[in-house]
């Protein structure tokens, strides 16, 4: 079939990659100058089923409720004009019970952890390069009460097949040296060994490129407008560049999915919840980080992309909002140059800000809605980047007919 691709991101881009081995002729639509532009070039580069934890815990609305006072939360609600961010705050609140946070989090270690076989797969048979790192993921911590408490909360991921080990501080220091000016604010940490990183952005303009050598159409400069739709099926998508036809149809627009979902009568439960990002060049310094790492007292996280470094940081609730100052970035980047003084030159670091695309369950959406030739693959939130391989492979799968190669129990509306 010949199958239009709305979105350019990594999910996008991934699924246009996996519908082509499948033999269909694939076209990729971008509104960006290239792909790859938006969420998936600023994020923390981590494929990381170690940390599958569902934001929607009953932690969470003392945390939201917080910080409308304190300006220091990880989450950050902002009050808005715009009603749908009430009434998916609605579905978030729902979905914070203990029983419902265990059985999100479940699901999505499931699709984490198949998505990094997939995308493992991809790797071996494309030999990509993007800045791989594959010592793993430290989830440290700063008092030995969060470390306990930690390590009590990994053994959910650990009994559904997570390889964790506990270490202390000299084992942190033994396993990444540069933290050791840091050791005496390190109380332990929890090392998950099969975790990786890479750049997304790399990555995913790499693969387009590989789509685009064996025939793939990828129209960058094209802003999708509408879907034309006749009976049950959509029979064109509307841009700014003309119309475009295809057999099937994969929305893939991350948090602008639910603004297209809409002009069809597709109600999308996924609102943009905004992270920010630093781009660090290593310069000379002599001690940059070897492994990426969070600290999960300030839940800011590092990653290393060869002589950059990425720090990542908050969620804010602030709807399709992408403007920064630098005070925004002031904490991250003040936590990050005292763990690691000697890791980056911080005088030259890049500022961005992008919109997570979340679900209230933090689950993406996969399969048909009304349309029969329309398929979702979208709402990936803060991992699609480790979600998107394996998204990709379902989503090829449906559209063929075939049973995906995990259960789609509780993945599958």
């Given at each position: 079939?010949?199958?239009?691709?709305?979105?350019?991101?990594?999910?996008?881009?991934?699924?246009?990659y996996?519908?082509?081995?499948?033999?269909?002729?694939?076209?990729?639509?971008?509104?960006?100058?290239?792909?790859?532009?938006?969420?998936?070039?600023?994020?923390?580069?981590?494929?990381?089923?170690?940390?599958?934890?569902?934001?929607?815990?009953?932690?969470?609305?003392?945390?939201?409720?917080?910080?409308?006072?304190?300006?220091?939360?990880?989450?950050?609600?902002?009050?808005?004009?715009?009603?749908?961010?009430?009434?998916?705050?609605?579905?978030f609140?729902?979905?914070?019970?203990?029983?419902?946070?265990?059985r999100?989090?479940?699901?999505?270690?499931?699709?984490?952890v198949?998505?990094?076989?997939?995308?493992q797969?991809?790797?071996?048979?494309?030999?990509?390069?993007?800045?791989?790192?594959?010592?793993?993921?430290?989830?440290?911590y700063?008092?030995?009460?969060?470390?306990?408490?930690?390590?009590?909360h990994?053994?959910?991921?650990?009994?559904?097949?997570?390889?964790?080990?506990?270490?202390?501080?000299?084992?942190?220091?033994?396993?990444?040296?540069?933290?050791?000016?840091?050791?005496?604010?390190?109380?332990?940490?929890?090392?998950?060994?099969?975790?990786?990183?890479?750049?997304?952005?790399?990555?995913t303009?790499?693969?387009?490129?590989?789509?685009?050598?064996?025939?793939?159409?990828?129209?960058?400069?094209?802003?999708?407008?509408?879907?034309?739709?006749?009976?049950?099926?959509?029979?064109?998508?509307?841009?700014?560049?003309?119309?475009?036809?295809?057999?099937?149809?994969?929305?893939?627009?991350?948090?602008?999915s639910?603004?297209?979902?809409?002009?069809?009568?597709?109600?999308?439960?996924?609102?943009?919840?905004?992270?920010?990002?630093?781009?660090?060049?290593?310069?000379?310094?002599?001690?940059?980080?070897?492994?990426a790492?969070?600290?999960e007292?300030?839940?800011?996280?590092?990653?290393?992309?060869?002589?950059?470094?990425r720090?990542?940081?908050?969620?804010?609730?602030?709807?399709?909002?992408?403007?920064?100052?630098?005070?925004?970035?002031?904490?991250?980047?003040?936590?990050?140059?005292?763990?690691?003084?000697?890791?980056?030159?911080?005088?030259?670091?890049?500022?961005?800000?992008?919109?997570?695309?979340?679900t209230?369950?933090?689950?993406?959406?996969?399969?048909?809605?009304?349309?029969?030739?329309?398929?979702?693959?979208?709402?990936?939130?803060?991992?699609?980047?480790?979600?998107?391989?394996?998204?990709?492979?379902?989503?090829?799968?449906?559209?063929?007919?075939?049973?995906?190669?995990?259960?789609?129990?509780?993945?599958?509306?």
């Amino acid at each position: 079939m010949r199958v239009v691709v709305l979105g350019g991101g990594v999910v996008g881009v991934t699924t246009a990659y996996q519908l082509q081995k499948d033999g269909h002729e694939v076209v990729i639509l971008e509104r960006q100058q290239q792909v790859a532009a938006e969420t998936s070039w600023g994020n923390a580069g981590m494929i990381a089923p170690g940390h599958s934890f569902v934001w929607s815990s009953p932690k969470a609305p003392l945390i939201l409720l917080k910080s409308l006072v304190l300006k220091d939360q990880a989450l950050r609600f902002r009050l808005s004009a715009d009603p749908r961010l009430y009434s998916w705050s609605w579905l978030f609140l729902m979905e914070c019970t203990a029983e419902k946070a265990k059985r999100n989090t479940l699901l999505k270690h499931r699709l984490a952890v198949y998505s990094q076989s997939v995308l493992q797969e991809v790797v071996a048979d494309e030999a990509i390069e993007y800045d791989r790192n594959d010592r793993g993921i430290l989830y440290f911590y700063r008092s030995q009460q969060a470390l306990d408490k930690g390590v009590e909360h990994m053994r959910l991921l650990e009994s559904d097949g997570q390889l964790i080990k506990v270490l202390d501080r000299d084992a942190i220091v033994a396993l990444d040296p540069s933290l050791a000016s840091a050791r005496e604010k390190i109380a332990g940490g929890i090392h998950c060994p099969t975790d990786e990183t890479g750049d997304p952005a790399k990555f995913t303009r790499a693969l387009a490129a590989k789509v685009a050598e064996r025939g793939g159409e990828i129209r960058t400069g094209t802003t999708i407008t509408g879907i034309e739709t006749s009976g049950d099926g959509v029979v064109q998508v509307t841009t700014d560049k003309g119309a475009v036809k295809g057999d099937a149809y994969v929305l893939a627009l991350g948090s602008y999915s639910p603004l297209i979902a809409k002009t069809v009568g597709i109600s999308l439960p996924i609102y943009p919840i905004k992270g920010y990002s630093l781009t660090i060049p290593v310069g000379n310094r002599p001690a940059p980080p070897t492994i990426a790492a969070i600290d999960e007292h300030n839940l800011v996280a590092v990653s290393r992309f060869g002589d950059r470094l990425r720090v990542t940081a908050t969620a804010e609730f602030a709807g399709y909002d992408t403007s920064h100052k630098p005070a925004d970035f002031a904490f991250m980047k003040g936590v990050t140059a005292e763990l690691y003084p000697e890791g980056a030159d911080y005088d030259r670091a890049e500022m961005w800000a992008g919109l997570r695309p979340m679900t209230p369950n933090n689950l993406p959406e996969f399969g048909q809605r009304r349309l029969r030739n329309l398929y979702l693959n979208t709402g990936h939130g803060h991992i699609g980047w480790t979600m998107s391989h394996g998204s990709a492979r379902i989503t090829a799968d449906l559209i063929a007919g075939r049973k995906p190669a995990i259960s789609m129990d509780g993945l599958l509306n």
